[in-house]
């Protein structure tokens, strides 16, 4: 299962990207690059949804992967800077 602030960050990087936040509506103005904030009710009820909670689970497991490989290329570097600045060192 989801934690609130997971499902509601979903919602928000929807909202962010189409401009429309699918079946929840964002509560009261909130500027565009602004937190986003959602009803739990509304919330509950999407998760009963089998469908957006599939989506849901992908979106959230690419999210984590490409992050993931980011931090891993970014190790990759600096690994490789280290190595290169020990081998002038000698």
């Known amino acids: 299962m989801f934690t609130t602030g997971e499902v509601a960050e979903l919602h928000a990087g929807r909202c962010r990207r189409s401009g429309q936040c699918g079946?929840?509506?964002?509560?009261g103005r909130p500027n565009p690059n602004a937190v986003k904030f959602f009803s739990a009710v509304e919330l509950i009820a999407l998760l009963a949804d089998r469908e957006w909670l599939d989506e849901a689970t992908k979106t959230i497991g690419q999210f984590w992967k490409r992050k993931n490989a980011q931090r891993q290329s970014n190790f990759s570097l600096t690994e490789a800077v280290r190595r290169l600045n020990s081998n002038n060192e000698v």
């Not at 079946?23 to 509560?27: G, N, T």
């Open 23 to 27: 079946q929840a509506a964002a509560l």
